[in-house]
């Protein structure tokens, strides 16, 4: 037979061990939210302008990296873009790239290529052989992010182009 007291130590042991697991795996969550906000990586990849008269369609090419240890699912995403400090898109009218409806898989230590189109540009907007400032404010919504389950994300990208 178990004494009171054998049985007192052995519940405060499971407790002590199970209070410190509970602990460490909240901490190694938290830490991995903190790390995929500041490992997640996102450039301007490349952009094509093509003219048609007096419209113009631009195509700019998002690479997302994800160099943390955890996965997430971009579900929303949404883009101001500006031209040499002209928006291009009405700022109540961003540009989507990604929709509830076709989310995109961004798996641990991996890399995706996100487009986005934009048509109907006027054409004396986008400069023919001047250099050209992009400025994109870029913001997206992603589930499986550890500890809160979902993560709204901004940046603010910039890039310079030479005239030709």
Known sequence: MISIRRLSIL???LITIASVS???YSVYLLFGAYDLGRL????ISKTVITRSGDETSLEIDFLVNNTSEF?????????FVYLNSQALTPSNAPALLITYS???ELLPFSAVLVPIRL???PSDKVPTNSSRYWAINLQFIAYH???TGTGFYTFNLEKEEAGS
């Open 145 to 147: 992010v550890p500890l």
């Open 11 to 13: 519940t405060f042991v």
């Open 40 to 43: 997640l990586v996102v450039s």
């Open 22 to 24: 509970l602990i460490s």
């Open 119 to 121: 048509g109907n540009v």
């Open 102 to 104: 076709n989310p995109i």
């Open 71 to 79: 996965g997430i699912q971009i579900v929303y995403a949404r883009a």
